[in-house]
């Protein structure tokens, strides 16, 4: 039950894309397609963005999405706005648990 | 409005216990998986254990196997953490969550509720 690995920070300008990895193993990431991406701002819950590797629950902006290769999965921010500025935590499934990433702080330049 | 409302955090001794609660609204609570995440303070959010629908399978992390047991009462719309051998390391922010359909995904989280243990 280890956290899955997502780098400590990343940063980006207005209008850029930026893209936040995360690694697991082949018994959560590699194994399953139920990877999901929270974003949470200080003194707030997590909020879900992503679920199932590439899907958005409702209200959330096309800006941001989801993929995966093998055992690393990747989210994606497009046209970066000062409100994305957060912090951001994967989470997979991992046969009757779950982990998450340990989480990466997005700065917007 | 969908909402989740967790109570009972607050200062305990280590080995001692605590009863968290999570109560829900605007949805029907009886026909979801929830869950309990926690996060320590400036750490990543830790997956602590889930209830099936009618409670009639829980599964938890190693870490708290023994000492934590979740349960609910569908007909009060609650969600309950039971807490005991209580370490410093179970200092965190304790929140409820609510699962998607599917595996590992948590549409709606309450606010938390503080847990710090320390003598």
């Known amino acids: 039950q280890s956290a899955l690995t997502q780098p400590r920070s990343v940063s980006g300008s207005p209008g850029q894309s930026v893209t936040i990895s995360c690694t697991g193993t082949?018994?959560?990431?590699?194994?399953?397609?139920?990877v999901s991406w929270y974003q949470q701002h200080p003194g707030k819950a997590p909020k879900l963005m992503i679920y199932?590797?590439?899907k958005r629950p409702s209200g959330v902006p096309d800006r941001f999405s989801g993929s995966k290769s093998g055992t690393t999965a990747s989210l994606t921010i497009s046209g970066l706005r000062a409100e994305d500025e957060a912090d951001y935590y994967c989470?997979?499934?991992?046969?009757?648990?779950?982990?998450f990433g340990g989480g990466t702080t997005l700065t917007v330049l | 409005e969908v909402h989740l409302g967790e109570s009972g955090g607050g200062l305990v001794q280590p080995g001692g216990s605590l009863r968290l609660s999570c109560v829900a609204s605007?949805?029907?609570?009886?026909?979801?998986?929830m869950t309990w995440v926690r996060q320590a303070p400036g750490k990543g959010p830790e997956w602590v254990g889930n209830?099936?629908?009618?409670?009639?399978?829980?599964y938890y992390v190693d870490s708290v196997k023994g000492r934590f047991t979740i349960s609910r009462d569908n007909a009060k719309n609650s969600l309950y953490l039971q807490m005991t051998d209580l370490r410093a390391e179970d200092t965190a922010v304790y929140y409820c969550?609510?699962?998607?359909?599917?595996?590992?995904?948590?549409?709606?989280w309450g606010q938390g509720t503080l847990v710090t243990v320390s003598s």
């Open positions: 969550a609510r699962d998607l359909p599917g595996y590992g995904a948590y549409g709606v």
């Open positions: 605007g949805f029907t609570f009886s026909a979801h998986w």
């Open positions: 209830i099936k629908e009618d409670g009639s399978a829980k």
């Open positions: 082949s018994s959560d990431v590699g194994h399953y397609n139920y």
């Open positions: 199932e590797v590439t």
């Open positions: 989470c997979s499934y991992a046969g009757r648990h779950t982990v």
